[in-house]
């Protein structure tokens, strides 16, 4: 079992940045991947990118390479997101999830609250 708390999120201008976090509690935290969605009001819950057990590999949604980078730190139990150049439609609430690789949902087993980023024009 994995519990997943995310922290970093809050109001910031279009261009800034934000750097959110998710702690993760149990001892099997660095044999999932992990991985950042996003959801907009009236959307559907979407890919933001994954990293692997080991911080290894990365994979990020297309539209959002070069801006936002993830990482993790197993000695912490912490993944985080670091995002550049933030933009109004950036603007959603960013969940953490752990499981296994993919950019579905579905290959996710544990999953934080939420934390809410909004950019302003």
């Known amino acids: 079992q994995v519990q997943l708390v995310e922290s970093g999120g809050g109001l910031v201008q279009a261009g800034g940045s934000l750097r959110l976090s998710c702690a993760a509690s149990?001892?099997?935290?660095?044999?999932?991947?992990m991985a950042w969605f996003r959801q907009a009001p009236g959307k559907e819950r979407a890919f933001v990118a994954a990293i692997s057990w080991s911080g290894g590999n990365t994979y990020y949604a297309d539209s959002l390479k070069g801006r936002f980078t993830i990482s993790r730190d197993n000695a912490k139990n912490t993944v985080y997101l670091q995002m550049n150049s933030l933009k109004p439609e950036d603007t959603a609430v960013y969940y953490c999830a752990a499981g296994g690789w993919g950019s579905s949902s579905n290959d996710y087993y544990y999953w934080g609250q939420g934390t809410q980023v909004t950019v302003s024009s």
């Open positions: 149990g001892r099997t935290f660095n044999t999932y991947a």
